[in-house]
């Protein structure tokens, strides 16, 4: 099973992949899939972050 860590550096990497993806794609390919790439892992990062510090602070008790 995954840490919460390594969930949060699967959302980075998949986020940064999607930006480039985002930047790098020529205006000929008009394709929305990079822009819900990054929503969706910007999503996950935010879900993670605010999961991971409630079981944090359940793990101090």
């Known amino acids: 099973m995954l840490t919460a860590l390594d969930r ?3 959302y ?14 020529t205006p000929a390919e008009p394709s929305l899939m990079p ?3 990054v929503i969706a892992s910007i999503s996950g990062l935010w879900l993670e972050m605010h999961l991971w ?9």
């Open 53 to 61: 510090q409630g079981s944090s602070e359940e793990q101090k008790h």
């Open 8 to 10: 949060l550096t699967i």
């Open 12 to 25: 980075s990497v998949l986020c940064f992949i999607s930006f480039c993806s985002l930047v790098m794609k």
């Open 35 to 37: 822009l819900l790439g």
